[in-house]
T-cell receptor
Framework: RKEVEQDPGPFNVPEGATVAFNCTYS??????FFWYRQDCRKEPKLLMS???SGNEDGRFTAQLNRASQYISLLIRDSKLSDSATYLC?????????????FGAGTQVVVTP | IAGITQAPTSQILAAGRRMTLRCTQD?????MYWYRQDLGLGLRLIHY???????GKGEVPDGYSVSRANTDDFPLTLASAVPSQTSVYFC??????????FGPGTRLTVL
């Protein structure tokens, strides 16, 4: 079993709609969690960190469920520019260097 | 320089040749990483360094070596390239919050 698993998609989303997807992780000792966005095999870029209480950044909302060991990302009012692959990243460490585990990514395609 | 740079951007290499991928960061991050990304497999850690002078093996270290002579540079060397090392290689560093930042990647094809 992979340590971090994501539904690869693609999630085909009409422009303006809401899309949500999850990421599960296997190690309960995981310390911090992130969503990254990756476009067309370019470098991943941080979208948002995921906090225990949940957090929102504009149209993006991230949630963490430690009991069930998953994190989620919700995108409201989808834009064409939201089309990308979203990577779930789990960090096992709390100090200044990380043991990062990556999901394989969820592809989102926003259509006009 | 702002952030992380990698060179070359892309490379086609004959099998058996030696190749060094360069990575430089100007953020003074202690920790640096090399990943490879292959379709359907996500990012896999090759080697890491949590501070200058130290390195460690990641998930897929065979066929690769690294060095960390100073804080800024973290080169990755393929001693004798094989076709299975065809991939996109990303260098990254992480800050004190544990957030990771990536370079633009090197697309390597080994024939």
């Amino acid at each position: 079993r992979k340590e971090v698993e994501q539904d690869p998609g693609p999630f085909n989303v009409p422009e303006g709609a809401t899309v949500a997807f999850n990421c599960t992780y296997s190690n309960s000792a995981s310390q911090s969690f992130f969503w990254y966005r990756q476009d067309c095999r370019k470098e991943p870029k941080l979208l948002m960190s995921v906090y225990s209480s949940g957090n929102e950044d504009g149209r993006f909302t991230a949630q963490l469920n430690r009991a069930s060991q998953y994190i989620s990302l919700l995108i409201r009012d989808s834009k064409l520019s939201d089309s990308a692959t979203y990577l779930c990243v789990v960090n096992m460490r709390t100090d200044s260097w990380g043991k990062f585990q990556f999901g394989a990514g969820t592809q989102v395609v926003v259509t006009p | 320089i702002a952030g992380i740079t990698q060179a070359p951007t892309s490379q086609i290499l004959a099998a058996g040749r030696r190749m060094t991928l360069r990575c430089t960061q100007d953020m003074r991050h202690n920790a640096m990483y090399w990943y490879r990304q292959d379709l359907g497999l996500g990012l896999r850690l090759i080697h890491y360094s949590n501070t200058a002078g130290t390195t460690g093996k990641g998930e897929v270290p065979d066929g690769y070596s690294v060095s960390r002579a100073n804080t800024d540079d973290f080169p990755l060397t393929l001693a004798s390239a094989v076709p299975s090392q065809t991939s996109v290689y990303f260098c990254a560093s992480s800050d004190r919050t544990g957030t990771e930042f990536f370079g633009p990647g090197t697309r390597l094809t080994v024939l």
